[in-house]
Structure formats: C-alpha cells, structure tokens
C-alpha cells in the first residue's frame, strides 16, 4: 500500500470516525459499545484496505463492516451476560430530551437487522437500494424490516404515553 494510499486511509479513519460512533450508538444504545463497535469496525477497514490495497468505496466498506460486526456481535451466546467490576448507578444514558430518550428505547427493543435497516435508511439517509445491498438483502426484505420497525417502535412509544 502506497504513502498516498495510507493518508487517505488515515483522513477516513479521522474524518468519519465520529459518523460512524452516531451510527453505532444508534445501533446498539451503549456509549461503550458503539465505541467498541467504531474500533472494532476501523481496525477491519484499516486491515482490509491493506490486504485489497485499495477500496473504491471506502464509506460504504465501513458501513457495512460496521453493521456486520453490530450483528455478528449480536448472535455471540457471551454478549448476553455481561460483568461488571462495580456495579452501575443506573442506566448510562445522558441527558437528553424525553422523544431522544423514547426513540432510543424504541430502537433497543428491535431485532439487530430491524434496527440496522431503520439506522441506515433514516438516520444515514440510505435509499431501498443502497440498504439492500449494504445488508446483501432484497429491497423488499429491506422496506419490510423498515415497516415492521417503524411500528413497533410507534406502538412502544404509545405504550410509554399511556
């Protein structure tokens, strides 16, 4: 790999790193985890640029890493339990405004590909077709899990005003 080929890597890494952490947060509803999952996600992007020598598009490489790992991580037995040295206070959630706080929740509830369609196709601004083939499912797979997420996260939200 190229001393050219290197520094656009590395203003990727350092331009998209904080895109890629909204994103992931996101995803799994953990500051530390979507920081894990960054990390994780653009060390495979740094490895995989250097064994291919070059990737044409670089975002969308990173998206879709970044979402497989989500998931990958996702179906590990392990993740289901989880120690801790102290134990919390409470949820690590900031201050937010209580629709930030509820669509948070909404999205925690969803199945990994529900939640990783409504993330990319609304809060990426994907289309059908960019979604379906970053997830490697049919668009009709892709506007399902957009459908069937979106109404499960409305009926949470009416449960939490009720």
């Not at 894990?36 to 640029?49: M, R």
Request: include cysteine.
């Amino acid at each position: 790999m190229g001393r050219g080929a290197e520094d656009t890597l590395h203003a990727f890494v350092e331009g998209r790193r904080t895109a890629l952490f909204r994103s992931a947060y996101l995803l799994c509803g953990d500051r530390h985890e979507a920081e894990d999952l960054v990390q994780t996600t653009l060390v495979k992007v740094v490895l995989g640029a250097r064994r291919h020598g070059r990737i044409d598009h670089l975002e969308a490489y990173a998206r879709k890493t970044l979402v497989n790992t989500f998931i990958a991580a996702r179906r590990r037995f392990w993740r289901r339990e989880q120690a801790y040295g102290e134990v919390p206070d409470g949820p690590g959630v900031s201050v937010d405004s209580d629709t930030g706080l509820m669509v948070r929740a909404a999205l925690a509830r969803l199945a990994p590909k529900q939640r990783a369609v409504l993330v990319l196709r609304y809060w990426d601004d994907l289309s059908v077709a960019e979604t379906a083939e970053l997830l490697g499912m049919r668009e009709s797979t892709v506007k399902s899990h957009a459908a069937r997420g979106i109404a499960a996260m409305r009926a949470a939200v009416r449960e939490e005003h009720v």
